[in-house]
């Protein structure tokens, strides 16, 4: 039986319980051996935004993902050149785990807005499956994907999950604001952050 390798990719600034839970909930569903926090130094659509050192959401995640055997931090971005697109990542991914399902773990947004990635189609070629986070009320049409991005349907799987509306940019506010924002987050995060000052 061939490696099951998931993967996530985001900045995550920083990372939060929602993030936790999705992940944990990929490696059961999807019986996964391994799930790749892929960290994002510099994403091609958040240009010019204020995003926090690379080193420090570098720090939190590892801290994350020392909760379990099966996560581990992808430095597939973080060790080349920008720009980062996903389509390159999977590819390289692929390199890595050459005998392995790729399994990309995606938002319901991101699945509507796949089209206007840069070469889709190639992304949707190069992995095995395409696990999808649906919020509630959440739809997805994928007939109407299948046109720009073949075999998008045979590979899409839906993750089950008890969704909290959390967003690291909320946290962010929260901190800023002086509001409590503490248990949004796993304790280690919340700790670095305190320890750091970030956010303030």
């Given at each position: 039986?061939?490696q099951?390798?998931?993967f996530?990719?985001?900045?995550f600034d920083p990372?939060h319980?929602?993030h936790?839970?999705l ?9 996964l051996?391994?799930?790749?926090w892929?960290?994002?130094p510099n994403p091609p659509?958040?240009?010019g935004a204020?995003?926090?050192p690379?080193?420090?959401r570098?720090a939190?995640?590892e ?7 099966a996560?581990?931090?992808s430095r597939?971005d973080i060790d080349?050149p920008?720009?980062?697109y ?16 790729l399994?990309?773990l995606i938002?319901?947004?991101s699945?509507h ?6 070469r889709?189609?190639d992304?949707?070629a190069?992995?095995s499956k395409?696990g ?5 009320n959440?739809s997805?049409?994928?007939?109407a994907l299948?046109?720009?991005l073949?075999g ?11 969704l ?6 909320e946290?962010?506010r929260r901190?800023?604001?002086r509001?409590?924002?503490?248990y ?5 995060v919340y700790?670095?952050?305190e320890?750091?000052g970030?956010y303030r």
């Amino acid at each position: 039986m061939s490696q099951r390798v998931g993967f996530f990719g985001g900045t995550f600034d920083p990372p939060h319980l929602g993030h936790l839970i999705l992940a944990a909930e990929a490696v059961a569903q999807f019986q996964l051996d391994v799930f790749l926090w892929m960290l994002t130094p510099n994403p091609p659509h958040k240009i010019g935004a204020d995003i926090t050192p690379l080193a420090h959401r570098a720090a939190m995640v590892e801290r994350v993902i020392a909760r379990d055997s099966a996560f581990a931090l992808s430095r597939v971005d973080i060790d080349r050149p920008a720009p980062h697109y996903t389509a390159d990542s999977a590819r390289l991914l692929a390199e890595r785990y050459p005998n392995a399902e790729l399994y990309m773990l995606i938002g319901g947004d991101s699945l509507h807005d796949l089209p206007t990635w840069r070469r889709s189609a190639d992304l949707v070629a190069e992995v095995s499956k395409i696990g999808v986070m649906r919020r509630p009320n959440d739809s997805a049409d994928l007939s109407a994907l299948e046109a720009p991005l073949p075999g998008i349907t045979a590979k899409t799987r839906f993750l089950e999950a008890l969704l909290q509306p959390i967003s690291s940019s909320e946290i962010r506010r929260r901190v800023k604001a002086r509001e409590m924002y503490r248990y949004y987050l796993p304790p280690e995060v919340y700790e670095y952050i305190e320890e750091q000052g970030l956010y303030r």
